[in-house]
């Protein structure tokens, strides 16, 4: 599996806090089968400051220190849409050698400036990947809001914790809505390394419960190495005819 959203980079932001940690948490993660990890500081968040050159030299002495373990690490990072945060990012932010770019906003209420901002990054060439959006107020008053960005050339990343309940039940609620009805596009454990517990084996498997396997391996295997190799992903992939006359079994295209 490949996790997309980590904040295992030390001493960047409110995740690891040192790099004897992060190498812990590196080889539990690699013991569950993860291949490939992203690193995601927050940048630009206004509780969580975090210098772009920050990112790169800790990623430096991460991947050194990890050199002889079998997992790939990508940079990146989680940019906070302020306005005018359009003006300031550059390619550096963007996951590996990729055009994707993991973005998150304000949780409590909505801001239109988001989807002007939002726009001036689809029109420089970059794929935004909203992180969590079930765990915004707005999307879980009003799910449908998520198709919205669909639309806007936005895609979704749902967080293994709220699948399971970790942060309440309204988040959980949104969190399955958006996997049910094909909204989502990858699954990440924004792994804080606050826990010792690596909770991404356990959402892949509820997904493989209450879904099907193919879905469990399209958010968190193929959709990521669609990405890391910077093709495009779609961002319709259920049929809505379907999802209404028939079982979820039937609703995923099988032909992504
Ligand atoms: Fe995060």
């Known amino acids: 599996m490949i996790d997309i959203h980590t904040h ?23 013991d569950k089968g993860v291949t490939d990890i992203v690193l ?22 991460l991947s050194e220190a990890t050199a002889d373990l079998k997992i790939n ?8 849409l ?19 770019i993991l973005v998150e906003t304000n949780m409590s209420e909505f801001t239109p400036d988001i989807y002007e901002i939002l726009f001036q990054l689809v029109r420089r060439g970059l794929r935004p990947i909203l ?7 707005y999307i879980m008053n009003e799910p449908d809001i998520a198709e919205d960005f669909l639309h ?8 293994a914790g709220s699948i399971l309940g970790f942060y309440g039940h309204k988040i959980a609620k949104t969190a399955w809505y ?35 396997d193919y879905t469990a391996e399209l958010l968190t295997k193929i959709n990521p190495q669609k990405m890391l190799n910077n093709e495009k992903i779609k961002y319709f992939y259920l049929k809505k005819q379907l999802i209404e006359r028939k079982g979820f079994f039937e609703k995923i295209l099988r032909k992504i």
């Open 178 to 212: 958006l996997i049910n009805n094909g909204f989502a596009h990858f699954i990440a454990s924004d792994n804080h390394c606050k826990i010792d517990e690596y909770i991404l084996p356990a959402a892949i498997e509820a997904i493989r419960d209450n879904i099907d």
């Open 82 to 100: 302020n306005p005018g945060v359009e003006d300031k990012i550059d390619k550096e932010l963007c996951i590996g050698d990729t055009s994707y």
């Open 131 to 137: 992180a969590h959006p079930e765990r915004y107020n």
């Open 40 to 61: 995601t500081p927050h940048y630009m968040n206004s509780y969580v400051q975090t210098d772009a050159k920050v990112i790169d030299k800790q990623f430096k002495k």
């Open 8 to 30: 295992i980079l030390h001493n960047c932001d409110d995740g690891s806090d040192c790099l004897e940690l992060s190498i812990e948490h590196i080889t539990n993660m690699i």
């Open 73 to 80: 690490l990508y940079k990146g990072g989680e940019i906070f």
């Open 152 to 159: 806007r050339n936005v895609y979704l990343q749902v967080n």
